[in-house]
T-cell receptor, first 114, second 111 residues
Framework: EPEVTQTPSHQVTQMGQEVILRCVPI?????FYWYRQILGQKVEFLVS????????KSEIFDDQFSVERPDGSNFTLKIRSTKLEDSAMYFC????????????FGPGTRLLVL | GEDVEQSLFLSVREGDSSVINCTYT??????LYWYKQEPGAGLQLLTY?????DMKQDQRLTVLLNKKDKHLSLRIADTQTGDSAIYFC???????????FGSGTRLQVQP
């Protein structure tokens, strides 16, 4: 069964460094999402992406964050200058069509900012 | 803004039924979901219900929605040890992309 994959599974970085989290959505999916979960807190929506542009973003998704679909398969989340509070599990998700309700989630990347 | 609340922990014995509860605040919530997360894995959609439905059954899973009280529940019949996981309630408002999640309920199934 097709699945969403994410790399790396764990990343440790120094505060102020840039990180890029990578996701490979399911191949025929058109809608892409990033969520994050700070340890002990709720899963929070960051951004949705469709047709090569951001379709919705949350207050968390400020100028430090960006997303890109650099080719036909990858979907990336970049954090330009990481802060301690960016430490979280980051989940990528995708779905096929606007009428389809199932967002398929990847296993997540655990980011630790020191 | 929207808020979704769940109890944090539920322990049941194998073979019993589990009922996981969720409340939400947004009266314009149109879709309500239950996701399961096993250790080291992503979020797996178990089932979802439209807000114009009261109940949905899918094999061992029964979802009940009380729209008046903004209360959603997930019943797992004949709970097995493999059902041990964290269960997340989530909602989505029509026209929005974002899912709003609860904190998750950790279900522990004792043999």
């Amino acid at each position: 069964e097709p699945e969403v994959t994410q790399t790396p599974s764990h990343q440790v970085t120094q505060m102020g460094q840039e990180v890029i989290l990578r996701c490979v959505p399911i191949s025929n999916h058109l809608y892409f999402y990033w969520y994050r979960q700070i340890l002990g807190q709720k899963v929070e929506f960051l951004v949705s992406f469709y047709n090569n542009e951001i379709s919705e973003k949350s207050e968390i998704f400020d100028d430090q964050f960006s997303v890109e679909r650099p080719d036909g398969s990858n979907f990336t989340l970049k954090i330009r200058s990481t802060k301690l509070e960016d430490s979280a599990m980051y989940f990528c998700a995708s779905k096929t069509a606007s009428t389809q309700e199932t967002q398929y989630f990847g296993p997540g990347t655990r980011l630790l900012v020191l | 803004g929207e808020d979704v609340e769940q109890s944090l922990f539920l322990s049941v014995r194998e073979g019993d039924s589990s009922v996981i509860n969720c409340t939400y605040t947004d009266s314009s919530s149109t879709y309500l979901y239950w996701y399961k997360q096993e250790p080291g894995a992503g979020l797996q959609l178990l089932t979802y219900i439209f807000s114009n439905m009261d109940m949905k059954q899918d094999q061992r899973l029964t979802v009940l929605l009380n729209k008046k009280d903004k209360h959603l529940s997930l019943r797992i019949a004949d709970t097995q040890t493999g059902d041990s996981a964290i269960y997340f309630c989530a909602e989505r408002t029509a026209g929005r992309r974002a899912l709003t999640f609860g904190s998750g309920t950790r279900l522990q199934v004792q043999p």
